[in-house]
């Protein structure tokens, strides 16, 4: 009989399926704390009814996520020449956030330019995944100042933005890729709901949203 020849043992790391990952992100979808998600749309609601807008504002997918939703809020609500939602995302002006991050600190991008269009009332609606980034927290802390409402999108524990936000939705993760996942279908669950309310303006005898009225002194 031959010798068996020796063998080294060597570790093998089992290959990462697809399906490991989705799994996280629909057991993640699943504990999502859907009454403060509604809460979030009947607030972003009375916010249109009253006239006020609403600014977003966040970094990197963050940022990505504000200049979608706010399109999506934006244009995807003009139905049937009603009164249009006024929403801005703070993220797309690169030229005037890069002039603020030079010429003060990046920490005020966002908080420079809520002091430039923010009112009472209005809605800043912050997205971090980590909830802990200073700009989107000093921005947080300059809209609580001018009295305006603030929503909060996060992720972990809610970080440091969770205290902060008068209404904050914190998904049930450890993993930025989850978190940025669920971002999405919370704020795409947001605009549905919207969308079906400005729809329902068009059926016979819906009230029309009143303007906000302005006095001149």
Same mark, same amino acid.
């Given at each position: 009989?031959?010798?068996?020849?020796?063998?080294?043992?060597?570790?093998?790391?089992?290959?990462?399926?697809?399906?490991?990952?989705?799994?996280?992100? *629909? %057991?993640?979808? =699943?504990?999502?704390?859907?009454?403060?998600?509604?809460? #979030? !749309?009947?607030? @972003?609601?009375?916010?249109?009814?009253?006239?006020?807008?609403?600014?977003?504002?966040?970094?990197?997918?963050?940022?990505?996520?504000?200049?979608?939703?706010?399109?999506?809020?934006?244009?995807?609500?003009?139905?049937?020449?009603?009164?249009?939602?006024?929403?801005?995302?703070?993220?797309?002006?690169?030229?005037?956030?890069?002039?603020?991050?030079?010429?003060?600190?990046?920490?005020?991008?966002?908080?420079?330019?809520?002091?430039?269009?923010?009112?009472?009332?209005?809605?800043?609606?912050?997205? *971090? %995944?980590?909830? =802990?980034?200073?700009?989107?927290?000093?921005?947080?802390? #300059? !809209?609580?100042? @001018?009295?305006?409402?603030?929503?909060?999108?996060?992720?972990?524990?809610?970080?440091?933005?969770?205290?902060?936000?008068?209404?904050?939705?914190?998904?049930?993760?450890?993993?930025?890729?989850?978190?940025?996942?669920?971002?999405?279908?919370?704020?795409?669950?947001?605009?549905?709901?919207?969308?079906?309310?400005?729809?329902?303006?068009?059926?016979?005898?819906?009230?029309?949203?009143?303007?906000?009225?302005?006095?001149?002194?």
């Amino acid at each position: 009989m031959s010798p068996v020849p020796n063998r080294r043992r060597t570790n093998v790391v089992p290959m990462l399926r697809s399906d490991t990952y989705l799994r996280e992100v *629909s %057991g993640a979808l =699943n504990r999502l704390p859907c009454a403060v998600i509604d809460q #979030v !749309a009947d607030r @972003l609601w009375s916010a249109y009814r009253e006239d006020r807008a609403v600014y977003l504002f966040g970094n990197g997918g963050s940022a990505a996520l504000a200049s979608h939703s706010a399109c999506d809020f934006g244009k995807g609500t003009v139905i049937n020449g009603h009164r249009r939602f006024r929403v801005l995302a703070l993220t797309d002006n690169v030229p005037l956030m890069t002039a603020w991050a030079n010429d003060a600190r990046y920490e005020d991008i966002f908080a420079e330019q809520l002091r430039s269009f923010l009112n009472q009332n209005d809605i800043a609606f912050a997205i *971090s %995944g980590s909830g =802990n980034s200073a700009n989107v927290l000093n921005g947080l802390a #300059v !809209a609580r100042e @001018l009295g305006a409402f603030t929503i909060g999108l996060t992720g972990f524990q809610g970080g440091r933005m969770k205290s902060i936000c008068r209404l904050c939705v914190v998904v049930p993760s450890k993993n930025m890729q989850v978190i940025e996942d669920v971002h999405l279908s919370v704020m795409h669950s947001i605009f549905t709901c919207l969308r079906q309310r400005f729809l329902d303006l068009t059926q016979p005898g819906s009230l029309p949203a009143p303007r906000r009225q302005c006095s001149v002194q």
